[in-house]
C-alpha cells in the first residue's frame, strides 16, 4: 500500500524519532537520499553544475547539506539564498565543501535546479522572488525537496505559482500532495527516501499490485455461477444501446459468476455476449445509469428497490437521493459538480475535498473519475488509483469500469474495495492494452482477465 500522510502526522512521526537520534541525524539521512537520487537523475557528480534554489526551514535545510555531498564528489554546487533564516548549519557545510552562495545574476547555467525553497509547512503559492529565479533557467530539469514548492501539501490545490518539478524527492512518507491532483501532476516521478518513521493510518493510500491480489475474489473447488455473484445491470437506452454492451462487458470480465441484464439493448448485449442472461432473477449487486438516458431513473428505483449494493453512473446519478444505502456513486468532476450544486472548475480544482464532501452528503461510497481517481468514504479515507494511462480518457471506459465495480460487488467484496480494485484494474487493463499507444473501451473490458491472472500468477 503506498500511504500518504499529512503534515501534522509526519512532523509528530519525525519528533519520535529524533528524540532517539543525535542532532541533525535525521536531516543528514534525508540529505544523502536526495543527493543519491540527484545523481542518478544527472548521471554522475563530478563535474555538474548544481544550483540550489533555498528557502528556510527544513528543505532548504536538506538542499544545502545534499549540495555539500554532491560537492564532495566533485559538483560545481551553487546556492541562492532566498531567505535570511536559511539553515546556518547546511549553509557552512556547503561552503567547507566548496560550494558557492550567489545571487541569481551570478549563478552558471546548471544541469539541474534544486528546489529547496518552501517546506511542507508552507502555504501554497511562491513569493515573487522564487518565482524570478525559477524562471531565470528555463529548460533545466528540477528537483524538489520532498513536494515542489507552493503547492497545497495537504489539500492537493495549486494557488498561485509553484513549481513543476521533473523529480520529487521525499522522505519517509508520501504527502498527500504526491497523490492527489491537480497538485500531482506538478511532482513529476515522486522518489521515497526511507526515514524509518513509526506512522499511523493514512488518510490517503493507493493500492499497489500486491494489495489488489490480495483483494481479488478468487474461486475454490466448491464454488458454482451462483455462490461466485450474479451481477444485474439496468444500462443502455433506444438512444445508447452501445453503453449496455460496454457496461456487460466490464461485467462480464469473469469476477463473478454469472451476469444478468434487464433493459432496451438485450439484443446487442447477446450480440456481444452470449453467456449475458436477459432475463429477470435474483442478483447480488446492480449496476444502473451508464447510457440509461430517460430510463435511468425508473431502473435506478427498481434496482435499489432489491436492497443489494448498487453502482450509480451517469444518468442515474442526478436521480440519487442523499442515503440511498450500500451504493458506489461514480461521477466525473462535471457530474460531481451537478450533485452538489458547484461549479465544475471548483471540484476539479479541490478534488479531494469534494470527494469527501459528497461522500459525507449522500454517506456512500463515491468515486471521482480522473487522471487520478478518487474513492472516498464517509468516514473521510481515501483511495487513489495511480494505475491508469492518458489513452484511458475514451468514450465508454466509465461504462465498462461501472460494469466491473458491479462485478466485484456481487462477488463479495464491499463497496470501497469493490470500487478500489475495479478501479485498479480497469487502468492497469488500459495500460496493458494501450502499451502506449490509443484504444478502445473494449479492449479494456477484454484486457481485464489477462491482468487478473499476471496479478495471481
Same mark, same amino acid.
Given at each position: 500500500?503506498?500511504?500518504?500522510?499529512?503534515?501534522?502526522?509526519?512532523?509528530?512521526?519525525?519528533?519520535?524519532?529524533?528524540?532517539?537520534?543525535?542532532?541533525?541525524?535525521?536531516?543528514?539521512?534525508?540529505?544523502?537520499?536526495?543527493?543519491?537520487?540527484?545523481?542518478?537523475?544527472?548521471?554522475?557528480?563530478?563535474?555538474?553544475?548544481?544550483?540550489?534554489?533555498?528557502?528556510?526551514?527544513?528543505?532548504?535545510?536538506?538542499?544545502?547539506?545534499?549540495?555539500?555531498?554532491?560537492? =564532495?564528489?566533485?559538483?560545481?554546487?551553487?546556492?541562492?539564498?532566498?531567505?535570511?533564516?536559511?539553515?546556518?548549519?547546511?549553509?557552512?557545510?556547503?561552503?567547507?565543501?566548496?560550494?558557492?552562495?550567489?545571487?541569481?545574476?551570478?549563478?552558471?547555467?546548471?544541469?539541474?535546479?534544486?528546489?529547496?525553497?518552501?517546506?511542507?509547512?508552507?502555504?501554497?503559492?511562491?513569493?515573487?522572488?522564487?518565482?524570478?529565479?525559477?524562471?531565470?533557467?528555463?529548460?533545466?530539469?528540477?528537483?524538489?525537496?520532498?513536494?515542489?514548492?507552493?503547492?497545497?501539501?495537504?489539500?492537493?490545490?495549486?494557488?498561485?505559482?509553484?513549481?513543476?518539478?521533473?523529480?520529487?524527492?521525499?522522505?519517509?512518507?508520501?504527502?498527500?500532495?504526491?497523490?492527489?491532483?491537480?497538485?500531482?501532476?506538478?511532482?513529476?516521478?515522486?522518489?521515497?527516501?526511507?526515514?524509518?518513521?513509526?506512522?499511523?493510518?493514512?488518510?490517503?493510500?493507493?493500492?499497489?499490485?500486491?494489495?489488489?491480489?490480495?483483494?481479488?475474489?478468487?474461486?475454490?473447488?466448491?464454488?458454482?455461477?451462483?455462490? =461466485?455473484?450474479?451481477?444485474?445491470?439496468?444500462?443502455?437506452?433506444?438512444?445508447?444501446?452501445?453503453?449496455?454492451?460496454?457496461?456487460?462487458?466490464?461485467?462480464?470480465?469473469?469476477?463473478?459468476?454469472?451476469?444478468?441484464?434487464?433493459?432496451?439493448?438485450? !439484443?446487442?448485449? =447477446?450480440?456481444?455476449?452470449?453467456?449475458?442472461?436477459?432475463?429477470?432473477?435474483?442478483?447480488?449487486?446492480?449496476?444502473?445509469?451508464?447510457? %440509461?438516458?430517460?430510463?435511468?431513473?425508473?431502473?435506478?428505483?427498481? $434496482?435499489?428497490?432489491?436492497?443489494?449494493?448498487?453502482?450509480? !453512473?451517469?444518468?442515474?446519478?442526478?436521480?440519487?437521493?442523499?442515503?440511498?444505502?450500500?451504493?458506489?456513486?461514480?461521477?466525473?468532476?462535471?457530474?460531481?459538480? =451537478?450533485?452538489?450544486?458547484?461549479?465544475?472548475?471548483?471540484?476539479?480544482?479541490?478534488?479531494?475535498?469534494?470527494?469527501?464532501?459528497?461522500?459525507?452528503?449522500?454517506?456512500?461510497?463515491?468515486?471521482?473519475?480522473?487522471?487520478?481517481?478518487?474513492? $472516498?468514504?464517509?468516514? %473521510?479515507?481515501?483511495?487513489?488509483?495511480?494505475?491508469?494511462?492518458?489513452?484511458?480518457?475514451?468514450?465508454?471506459?466509465?461504462?465498462?469500469?461501472?460494469?466491473?465495480?458491479?462485478?466485484?460487488?456481487?462477488?463479495?467484496?464491499?463497496?470501497?474495495?469493490?470500487?478500489?480494485?475495479?478501479?485498479?484494474?480497469?487502468?492497469?487493463?488500459?495500460?496493458? $492494452?494501450?502499451?502506449?499507444?490509443?484504444?478502445?473501451?473494449? $479492449?479494456?473490458?477484454?484486457?481485464?482477465?489477462?491482468?487478473?491472472?499476471?496479478?495471481?500468477?
Amino acid at each position: 500500500m503506498r500511504s500518504a500522510h499529512t503534515v501534522e502526522q509526519v512532523r509528530a512521526a519525525e519528533g519520535e524519532l529524533m528524540a532517539g537520534l543525535p542532532d541533525g541525524a535525521l536531516m543528514q539521512r534525508a540529505a544523502a537520499g536526495l543527493a543519491v537520487a540527484i545523481t542518478d537523475l544527472i548521471g554522475s557528480a563530478y563535474a555538474a553544475r548544481v544550483l540550489l534554489l533555498v528557502g528556510a526551514g527544513d528543505n532548504g535545510g536538506d538542499a544545502l547539506w545534499a549540495g555539500a555531498m554532491l560537492a =564532495r564528489r566533485g559538483a560545481a554546487v551553487e546556492a541562492v539564498l532566498l531567505s535570511e533564516k536559511a539553515r546556518a548549519d547546511g549553509l557552512e557545510a556547503l561552503l567547507a565543501s566548496g560550494g558557492r552562495a550567489v545571487a541569481v545574476s551570478e549563478a552558471h547555467q546548471p544541469d539541474v535546479v534544486v528546489d529547496g525553497i518552501v517546506g511542507i509547512g508552507g502555504r501554497s503559492g511562491l513569493l515573487e522572488e522564487a518565482e524570478a529565479a525559477l524562471a531565470a533557467f528555463p529548460g533545466v530539469p528540477v528537483v524538489s525537496v520532498d513536494v515542489p514548492s507552493g503547492v497545497g501539501v495537504d489539500t492537493g490545490h495549486l494557488d498561485g505559482a509553484h513549481v513543476r518539478a521533473d523529480l520529487t524527492v521525499t522522505f519517509g512518507t508520501h504527502k498527500i500532495a504526491h497523490l492527489i491532483d491537480p497538485a500531482a501532476r506538478a511532482c513529476g516521478v515522486v522518489h521515497l527516501v526511507d526515514l524509518g518513521l513509526d506512522l499511523p493510518q493514512a488518510p490517503v493510500e493507493a493500492l499497489q499490485p500486491v494489495d489488489v491480489a490480495a483483494l481479488l475474489p478468487v474461486p475454490d473447488g466448491f464454488d458454482h455461477k451462483y455462490t =461466485r455473484g450474479v451481477v444485474g445491470v439496468r444500462a443502455g437506452s433506444q438512444t445508447y444501446p452501445g453503453a449496455a454492451v460496454l457496461c456487460t462487458s466490464g461485467a462480464a470480465t469473469g469476477l463473478a459468476g454469472m451476469v444478468r441484464y434487464l433493459g432496451s439493448a438485450a !439484443d446487442a448485449v =447477446r450480440a456481444r455476449h452470449p453467456e449475458v442472461v436477459a432475463a429477470e432473477g435474483r442478483v447480488q449487486a446492480w449496476v444502473v445509469g451508464s447510457g %440509461g438516458d430517460a430510463d435511468a431513473e425508473a431502473a435506478l428505483a427498481e $434496482a435499489l428497490g432489491d436492497g443489494v449494493p448498487t453502482v450509480v !453512473d451517469a444518468d442515474a446519478l442526478i436521480h440519487v437521493e442523499k442515503g440511498a444505502g450500500s451504493v458506489v456513486l461514480t461521477p466525473h468532476a462535471g457530474e460531481l459538480a =451537478r450533485m452538489l450544486d458547484v461549479a465544475r472548475e471548483e471540484v476539479e480544482a479541490d478534488q479531494l475535498g469534494f470527494a469527501r464532501r459528497a461522500a459525507v452528503e449522500y454517506d456512500a461510497v463515491v468515486l471521482l473519475k480522473g487522471r487520478r481517481t478518487l474513492i $472516498a468514504r464517509p468516514d %473521510g479515507r481515501v483511495r487513489v488509483t495511480t494505475s491508469g494511462v492518458p489513452w484511458l480518457a475514451v468514450a465508454g471506459a466509465g461504462d465498462v469500469l461501472a460494469g466491473l465495480i458491479g462485478a466485484l460487488l456481487a462477488a463479495g467484496l464491499d463497496p470501497w474495495d469493490a470500487a478500489s480494485v475495479g478501479s485498479w484494474l480497469h487502468g492497469a487493463a488500459a495500460a496493458l $492494452a494501450s502499451a502506449g499507444g490509443p484504444l478502445s473501451a473494449s $479492449a479494456v473490458a477484454d484486457a481485464v482477465p489477462e491482468v487478473v491472472r499476471n496479478l495471481l500468477g
